[in-house]
């Protein structure tokens, strides 16, 4: 009913930059927290950035002033502009959306396939 795509990973060199997009499609409602979550080999999938319905932002301490999120409510789309970038940075980051579906009064997380972020010489 609802799919999330992700889109815009790769490899980039240290200091570079790399804009993330996901997509939200299907049968959707309405789309109130979005966020990008990012998971490291042998590591917890941590949160790294969220953006509020109406645009308030939240970022984990390691990326502020590197990353930004933003959202295009219109295109049920979400950004990640990450510069700057690190090796530590080096994850799949996955996308999260709070949706509520057409006919229904529920909020569910849908998350999507995620995409690979490389950041090395």
């Known amino acids: 009913q609802v799919q999330l795509v992700e889109s815009g990973g790769g490899l980039v060199q240290p200091g570079g930059s790399l804009r993330l997009s996901c997509a939200a499609s299907?049968?959707?409602?309405?789309?109130?927290?979005m966020g990008w979550y990012r998971q490291a080999p042998g590591k917890q999938r941590e949160l790294v950035a969220s953006?509020?319905?109406?645009?308030?932002?939240n970022y984990a301490d390691s990326v502020k002033g590197r990353f930004t999120i933003s959202r295009d409510n219109a295109k049920n789309t979400v950004y990640l502009q990450m510069n700057s970038l690190k090796p530590e940075d080096t994850a799949v980051y996955y996308c999260k959306a709070a949706i509520r579906t057409s006919g229904s009064w529920y909020w569910i997380d849908y998350w999507g396939q995620g995409t690979q972020v490389t950041v090395s010489s």
């Open positions: 299907g049968s959707i409602f309405s789309i109130n927290v």
């Open positions: 953006i509020s319905s109406a645009g308030t932002q």
